[in-house]
């Protein structure tokens, strides 16, 4: 391989023959055994590529021309397709976006090979009824560029900033509200963050909406504490933009890392947005995660609660429990639900979310869940079901070994990374059996899918 690459030059050009996909997304070819990977580029095609980098075990190359084009290929991507990120597959037909999450499942179940992987019932992935305007939540970025307010996401690759308010996998309203929000911030002249010398104050504009509310929660993410022109701020967006009920500011002066910073404060409205999932109230704080598609979501807890099988005798552990969206939409189906979740905020969100939907049988702790789930234990509580939804991550192996110990007898994981979970299930597989996997398309046009997975604990 070494030879062979030593031949390949940056910016060389080549025809190449696409064979397969990435997980990424991107098309991959070979040139004399060296895998290339090729952006936008689909299965079956022969294009014109450019070498744009050069590694130990592999190239990248930018597709120059398509000189056979795929029958699979969306004639019209967005405008935006290809630069900047979340429309990765935007040039690939829906119903074969739908395909290709589901191999990129079976492909990972084929690298790391858990237990009895060839004979899993892999499921045909659930589509999405509005692949496009469906994310609730749009995070961009504010720059002044030539006098110009530019407002969106990074440019693919850079910290380049690009117009990203016609983005069509947002929902309109977010989008309408930052249309609305830029000429009140330009007429009020408040300073716009310049990463360059680190100055300016507002970073970042973050728009949550309650689709089942038709409302919204503006977040200011600022360079200082200070904001200039607050009360003006304030009172323009309650007279332009009446669908906001929630103004919040969030001090972030790092360079570099997360996007929010630790000190949020409400500045006007509600404290909280509320959103409806199922039959359940949500409240979510600015800074909540929460899941970006409502509608999938609905799907995707009606199946692991399915697949959980509740029992009014059930006591479920739910891990990486977030706001406690999970386990309040089976509460009241089961015996008694208990969340871990790491991130005090969200504990706190869970447990007001509790006391709205009115679920006095459910309790959210602070803490890990290895570390939690022994102190149950020793209060005498016996778990019979567990749900976990991961970071992409995956389980620890703390986790799993606890898992091995205590082996509740129900189990559903929730993925949203095939990779980790077929690593995971390796080690789980010893002492559960895989039921199924049930892909779902929560990020129609991106590479990202949820796989629900329905595990039965095994009896020598």
């Known amino acids: 391989?070494?030879?062979?690459?030593?031949?390949?030059?940056?910016?060389?050009?080549?025809?190449?023959?696409?064979?397969?996909?990435?997980?990424?997304?991107?098309?991959?070819?070979?040139?004399?055994?060296?895998?290339?990977?090729?952006?936008?580029?689909?299965?079956?095609?022969?294009?014109?590529?450019e070498i744009t980098a050069i590694t130990h075990n592999f190239c990248r190359a930018r597709l120059l021309q398509i000189i056979r084009s795929s029958k699979l290929r969306n004639p019209?991507?967005?405008?935006?397709?290809?630069?900047?990120?979340?429309?990765?597959?935007?040039?690939?037909?829906?119903?074969?976006?739908?395909?290709?999450?589901?191999?990129?499942?079976?492909?990972?179940?084929?690298?790391?090979?858990?237990?009895?992987?060839?004979?899993?019932?892999?499921?045909?992935?659930?589509?999405?009824?509005?692949?496009?305007?469906?994310?609730?939540?749009?995070q961009f970025q504010l720059r002044q560029k030539k006098g110009k307010l530019i407002c969106g996401l990074y440019q693919?690759?850079?910290?380049?900033?690009?117009?990203?308010?016609?983005?069509?996998?947002?929902?309109?309203?977010?989008?309408?509200?930052?249309?609305?929000?830029?000429?009140?911030?330009?007429e009020l002249q408040i300073p716009i963050y310049d990463p360059h010398s680190h100055s300016g104050i507002i970073k970042t504009l973050v728009v949550r909406e309650s689709v089942a509310y038709q409302q919204a929660q503006l977040t200011f993410i600022t360079n200082s504490r200070k904001l200039p022109h607050k009360s003006q701020l304030i009172a323009q967006i309650n007279q332009k933009i009446p669908a906001v009920i929630s103004i919040a500011q969030n001090f972030n002066p790092q360079t570099t890392g997360p996007l929010w910073g630790t000190e949020t404060t409400i500045l006007w409205g509600d404290n909280y947005l509320r959103e409806k999932i199922g039959d359940y109230d949500f409240f979510?704080?600015?800074?909540?995660?929460?899941?970006?598609?409502?509608?999938?979501?609905?799907?995707?807890?009606?199946?692991?609660?399915?697949?959980?099988?509740?029992?009014?005798?059930?006591?479920?552990?739910?891990?990486?429990?977030?706001?406690?969206?999970i386990g309040?939409?089976?509460?009241?189906?089961?015996?008694?639900?208990?969340?871990?979740?790491?991130?005090?905020?969200?504990?706190?969100?869970?447990?007001?979310?509790?006391?709205?939907?009115?679920?006095?049988?459910?309790?959210?702790?602070?803490?890990?869940?290895?570390?939690?789930?022994?102190?149950?234990?020793q209060q005498g509580i016996q778990p019979t079901a567990l749900i976990v939804d991961p970071p992409r991550s995956g389980l620890t192996q703390e986790f799993i070994k606890f898992i091995q110990q205590s082996q509740p007898t129900k189990f559903v994981y929730i993925s949203c990374n095939p990779a980790t979970l077929a690593r995971d299930l390796k080690y789980l597989t010893s002492f559960y059996h895989v039921d199924w996997l049930q892909p779902l398309?929560?990020?129609?046009?991106?590479?990202?899918?949820?796989v629900i997975t329905k595990l039965s604990r095994r009896f020598s």
Do not use: C
């Not at 800074?287 to 059930?314: R, S």
């Open 1 to 49: 391989m070494k030879k062979t690459q030593n031949k390949l030059k940056i910016g060389m050009r080549m025809k190449l023959t696409i064979k397969r996909m990435g997980i990424n997304g991107e098309g991959i070819a070979y040139y004399q055994n060296t895998l290339i990977f090729i952006p936008q580029a689909l299965p079956g095609e022969i294009i014109l590529g």
């Open 328 to 377: 309040i939409s089976l509460a009241q189906q089961v015996r008694q639900v208990l969340g871990a979740e790491i991130i005090p905020a969200a504990v706190k969100d869970a447990q007001l979310n509790l006391q709205q939907n009115h679920i006095t049988n459910a309790s959210y702790q602070v803490g890990a869940v290895e570390k939690l789930y022994p102190q149950w234990l």
């Open 76 to 138: 019209n991507p967005p405008q935006l397709f290809g630069q900047v990120g979340g429309l990765e597959l935007a040039h690939l037909s829906y119903p074969q976006q739908l395909k290709y999450k589901r191999l990129m499942v079976t492909e990972a179940l084929r690298h790391f090979r858990p237990q009895g992987y060839r004979s899993y019932l892999v499921k045909s992935t659930i589509k999405a009824d509005n692949p496009w305007h469906y994310r609730n939540k749009a």
């Open 156 to 186: 693919t690759g850079t910290h380049q900033v690009v117009d990203s308010l016609d983005i069509p996998t947002q929902r309109p309203l977010t989008l309408h509200i930052l249309k609305s929000l830029l000429p009140i911030i330009q």
């Open 284 to 325: 979510l704080s600015p800074a909540a995660f929460f899941q970006l598609n409502p509608e999938q979501t609905t799907k995707l807890y009606q199946i692991a609660t399915a697949a959980l099988n509740p029992q009014t005798t059930d006591i479920v552990v739910d891990a990486y429990a977030g706001v406690g969206t």
């Open 441 to 450: 398309d929560m990020f129609p046009q991106t590479p990202q899918v949820e």
